[in-house]
């Protein structure tokens, strides 16, 4: 069975830090692109962040472009999402996306004061 | 920046009864390299979205055949021939030739 399972999330102030991981059992992500989207209460559902297999390219939403860094670690069959400078409007339920196929259960994040 | 558009935003269905959701693009979800980039996916209540149809028309592995997928260009359809009580939840539309972005999602509920 594919498994991916975030971790990570949790309160932050606004202006702070979270470092959100992905990682895979069952099932290799490193043959993959990988992907960061995420969900606002009531919102549809916002890509964040693409990596390549290698991590050679990386894409992000105009939003987080600065503030945001996606990494992986193929040995550790793991994604990462640095968020840095964090607003109001990043609180939202992140998910990890493996080949636009498989879905973690995502892992929630608050910016509030 | 594609802008993906669903319609409708809820639709209610007997159970039986078939189902149709509309997906538009502002641009062509065809790539130069022949693949349609348009992803249905069904994300039910308290759950991540899974994956049913890739490609425009290909349906993912496990995927009942009453759901199919049909469009080219801009225009794609999701159908449900015989809509099942299991089938509620939230479908959204994603396109992948130019980054990512989804639509608005379609609320499907059972009468």
């Known amino acids: 069975e594919v498994l991916l399972v975030e971790s990570g999330g949790g309160l932050v102030q606004p202006g702070g830090s979270l470092r959100l991981s992905c990682v895979g059992s069952?099932?290799?992500?490193?043959?993959?692109?990988m992907f960061w989207v995420r969900q606002a209460p009531g919102k549809r559902l916002e890509w964040v962040a693409t990596?390549?297999?290698?991590?050679?390219?990386?894409y992000y939403v105009d939003s987080v472009k600065g503030r945001f860094i996606v990494s992986r670690d193929n040995a550790r069959n793991s994604l990462y999402l640095q968020m840095d400078s964090l607003r109001v409007e990043d609180t939202a339920r992140y998910y990890c996306?493996?080949?636009?196929?498989?879905w973690g259960r995502g892992a929630l994040v608050t910016v509030s004061s | 920046e594609i802008v993906v558009t669903q319609t409708p935003l809820s639709l209610s269905v007997t159970p039986g009864q078939p189902a149709s959701i509309s997906c538009r693009s502002s641009?062509?979800?065809?790539?130069?390299?022949?693949?349609?980039?348009l992803y249905w996916y069904l994300q039910k209540p308290g759950q991540p979205p899974q994956l049913l149809i890739y490609?425009?028309?290909n349906r993912f592995s496990g995927v009942p055949d009453r759901f199919s997928g049909s469009g080219s260009g801009t225009d794609f359809t999701l159908k449900i021939s015989r809509v099942e009580a299991e089938d509620v939840g939230v479908y959204h539309c994603?396109?992948?030739?130019?980054?990512?972005?989804f639509g608005q999602g379609t609320r499907l509920e059972i009468k």
């Open positions: 990596i390549k297999q290698d991590g050679s390219e990386k």
């Open positions: 069952g099932y290799s992500i490193s043959n993959y692109w």
């Open positions: 490609e425009a028309s």
């Open positions: 996306l493996s080949a636009l196929t498989f």
């Open positions: 994603m396109q992948n030739v130019q980054f990512t972005s």
């Open positions: 641009q062509s979800l065809l790539h130069s390299d022949g693949h349609i980039y």
